[in-house]
């Protein structure tokens, strides 16, 4: 059993005191853990177990809550005692579950001797992620994960799916109802009610007080009917204080642990969403890099085709080129002989441009190099290295893809099984809790008017296995103590009519006496 001792309820640093008694032994161990502890504990199986469903923890004291009840912060027993309770709710509820139960980080959390601090700091909680997204659903800490989940998107919990899965589809709808239901009405109702019992029980309570201050202004058979009627009033102030606190205990605490309950699941249906979601985009994206690839490698081929086609021209326009430049050999070579032969042989060269060598251009390549120079302007430097560099970076980014696909594929499944097991578990779970629930809320009634109303006196009698409540014996004492007031004396006596069980005692009125005595 643990038991837990909160210093301050205001302060999210309190102290909490675990107590763990074993079942085959007398001992008894203790684990000091603060407030921030317990929510770092839940966070941290949150991570670990990004597809089951947590427990949740009691709220966080609002900074408003803690100014205005700053003087009174350790003196709130109320509020210290519920915070014990459900922090003793939500370490028997991870211990009672099948798997959370068998986690080590929870059983050194139990570790009187282990300190949390050493706990973050050692694996696996050192080993989580930044973003769970990015990791094996069912290891979010395995160290040798493919590196492929790097690669893998990181979407928003409101993106639109194409292909949504019907069955969470109807989960995330019914979730949404149940947590408007019971966050809205239900809670609200409940406040209200506990709010009016708590004014019914303060108002006997101030009554009570005031009828026993009265009586000490009295005298004789009044003063005892005043105080015993104060006495009565007490015990049904007492009564319905009991009332109140099983109210609290067994139906306002678990309606808003199951509030709370619902705003898990929405976060775990939007973790599945998103898987979902990464599925696709990456599908998305591995489509997008082939056809990528499939517009790279038809320009490839087409950039090919084109410079096997100039060089095609260039080879023919050189083989021309080459011929021609033979034929203006041989002419220069008789003009030279001729040269020799002449006087005018000893003159220098003329320094001006040969007009043949400008007319040896041929005019298509004026064409062919500009079409050269614009390709390589718009293309690089290098087009052919640069295209062949980006067709082998995308058929890279391809096999990631497909790998990250795959790892993808495998995290939807098995998030989509885990998380419909658990939500499976945590049905039956929702069903024994309300019965419980409405089974406690009516044995809470029903005690209460046993104590507080008349009508069950003969019930009381009947059954043997439930004795007289003391509340309807203080009320029957009060009115004992009410028939001993003597008669008003402005009233004439009279003879009183026999009853049924005799004589009417003396002093007391018939029904039947008038003002006039007839």
């Given amino acids: 059993m643990d038991t837990f001792e909160d210093e301050n309820p205001f302060d999210q640093d309190a102290d909490h005191i675990l107590s763990e008694t074993s079942s085959s032994a007398s001992k008894t161990a203790q684990a000091h853990h603060r407030y921030s502890e317990f929510e770092s504990l839940r966070v941290h199986l949150a991570k670990l177990y990004p597809t089951l469903i947590i427990p949740p923890i009691p709220d966080k004291q609002t900074l408003g809550d803690y100014a205005a009840k700053q003087t009174k912060a350790k003196e709130d027993a109320a509020m210290i005692a519920k915070r014990k309770r459900m922090l003793q709710t939500f370490l028997n509820r991870i211990a009672r579950h099948p798997i959370l139960s068998n986690e080590h980080v929870f059983h050194r959390f139990l570790d009187g001797e282990v300190s949390w601090t050493e706990v973050l700091n050692s694996p696996p909680l050192s080993l989580l992620?930044?973003?769970?997204?990015?990791?094996?659903?069912?290891?979010?800490?395995?160290?040798?994960?493919?590196?492929?989940?790097?690669?893998?998107?990181?979407?928003?919990?409101?993106?639109?799916?194409?292909h949504p899965d019907q069955r969470f589809a109807d989960s995330e709808a019914f979730t949404n109802k149940f947590a408007n239901h019971v966050s809205g009405p239900m809670e609200k109702v409940t406040r209200r009610v506990i709010k009016r019992w708590s004014e019914y029980a303060q108002d006997h309570a101030d009554l009570g007080a005031a009828l026993n201050g009265f009586s000490l202004n009295e005298r004789d058979a009044l003063a005892a009917a005043i105080e015993k009627t104060g006495q009565a009033s007490d015990a049904t102030y007492m009564s319905t204080s009991k009332l109140l606190q099983e109210l609290e205990y067994h139906w306002a605490e678990p309606l808003h642990?199951?509030?709370?309950?619902?705003?898990?699941?929405?976060?775990?249906?939007?973790?599945?969403?998103?898987?979902?979601?990464?599925?696709?985009?990456?599908?998305?994206?591995?489509?997008?890099?082939?056809?990528?690839?499939?517009?790279?490698?038809?320009?490839?081929?087409?950039?090919?085709?084109?410079?096997?086609?100039?060089?095609?021209?260039?080879?023919?326009?050189?083989?021309?080129?080459?011929?021609?430049?033979?034929?203006?050999?041989?002419?220069?070579?008789?003009?030279?002989?001729?040269?020799?032969?002449?006087?005018?042989?000893?003159?220098?060269?003329?320094?001006?441009?040969?007009?043949?060598?400008?007319?040896?251009?041929?005019?298509?390549?004026?064409?062919?190099?500009?079409?050269?120079?614009t390709l390589h302007g718009m293309m690089d430097v290098d087009p052919e290295t640069a295209r062949r560099n980006s067709i082998?970076?995308?058929?890279?980014?391809?096999?990631?893809?497909?790998?990250?696909?795959?790892?993808?594929?495998?995290?939807?499944?098995?998030?989509?099984?885990?998380?419909?097991?658990?939500?499976?578990?945590?049905?039956?779970?929702?069903?024994?809790?309300?019965?419980?629930?409405?089974?406690?809320?009516?044995?809470?009634?029903?005690?209460?008017?046993?104590?507080?109303?008349?009508?069950?006196?003969y019930f009381y009698l009947v059954n043997e296995r439930t004795q007289p409540s003391q509340n309807l014996d203080a009320w029957e004492e009060a009115k004992k103590e009410i028939a001993k007031i003597p008669d008003h004396p402005n009233h004439l006596t009279t003879a009183q009519e026999p009853t049924a069980e005799g004589p009417a005692p003396p002093g007391l009125r018939s029904d039947v006496t008038t003002v006039n005595g007839r």
């Fill in 129 to 162: 992620p930044k973003n769970v997204l990015k990791a094996p659903s069912h290891n979010p800490t395995d160290q040798n994960a493919s590196p492929a989940y790097a690669v893998l998107p990181n979407p928003s919990a409101a993106h639109p799916l194409r």
């Fill in 257 to 373: 642990e199951y509030s709370q309950f619902a705003s898990i699941i929405k976060k775990l249906l939007a973790y599945r969403h998103q898987k979902h979601v990464q599925y696709e985009m990456t599908q998305d994206g591995l489509e997008n890099k082939r056809e990528q690839l499939e517009d790279l490698e038809k320009s490839e081929r087409e950039a090919r085709r084109l410079d096997e086609a100039l060089g095609r021209r260039r080879a023919s326009i050189n083989e021309g080129q080459s011929s021609k430049n033979s034929v203006e050999g041989e002419e220069e070579n008789h003009e030279g002989d001729d040269a020799q032969s002449s006087p005018v042989s000893s003159l220098p060269p003329h320094p001006g441009p040969n007009p043949a060598r400008r007319r040896s251009r041929a005019p298509g390549m004026a064409f062919l190099n500009a079409l050269s120079y």
């Fill in 392 to 457: 082998t970076k995308t058929r890279e980014n391809i096999s990631q893809l497909e790998d990250a696909l795959h790892l993808a594929a495998q995290d939807l499944k098995y998030s989509s099984s885990t998380i419909q097991a658990d939500l499976d578990r945590f049905q039956r779970q929702k069903v024994a809790d309300l019965r419980e629930m409405a089974i406690n809320m009516a044995r809470s009634h029903r005690d209460w008017c046993k104590k507080v109303w008349g009508p069950y006196k």
